[in-house]
């Protein structure tokens, strides 16, 4: 069975940081393109950022400069380092990999607050 398990959010004031973590279990992810994805009340799933299996990245633009994405493969875990972060970054952000089938985790909550 493969599961996500996203952890790290929390409450933070605008400018502050968080990193997210994201365990993969029933699956091998090294070979998979990974992606964070986050979603606000009451809008609709959008992309953050990826990392392919060799270590390159994108972001979305809002993101860039601010939010870092990586991998240890080791570990089976994804990873979303998030500076300076704002309000409108308040989401529930899930991970997930490229494997052909939509898997989801429970996803991590995080607001930006002060």
């Known amino acids: 069975q493969v599961q996500f398990v996203e952890s790290g959010g929390g409450l933070v004031q605008p400018g502050g940081s968080l990193r997210l973590s994201c365990v993969a279990s029933?699956?091998?992810?090294?070979?998979?393109?990974m992606d964070w994805y986050r979603q606000a009340p009451g809008k609709t799933r959008e992309w953050v950022a990826l990392?392919?299996?060799?270590?390159?990245?994108v972001y979305e633009d809002s993101v860039k400069g601010r939010f870092t994405i990586s991998r240890d493969n080791a570990r089976n875990t994804l990873y979303l380092q998030m500076n300076s972060l704002k309000r409108e970054d308040t989401a529930t952000y899930y991970c997930?990999?490229?494997?052909?089938?939509?898997?989801w985790g429970q996803g991590t909550q995080v607001t930006v607050s002060s």
């Open positions: 997930t990999a490229r494997t052909g089938k939509s898997f």
């Open positions: 029933g699956i091998i992810v090294s070979p998979y393109v």
């Open positions: 990392i392919t299996r060799d270590g390159n990245t």
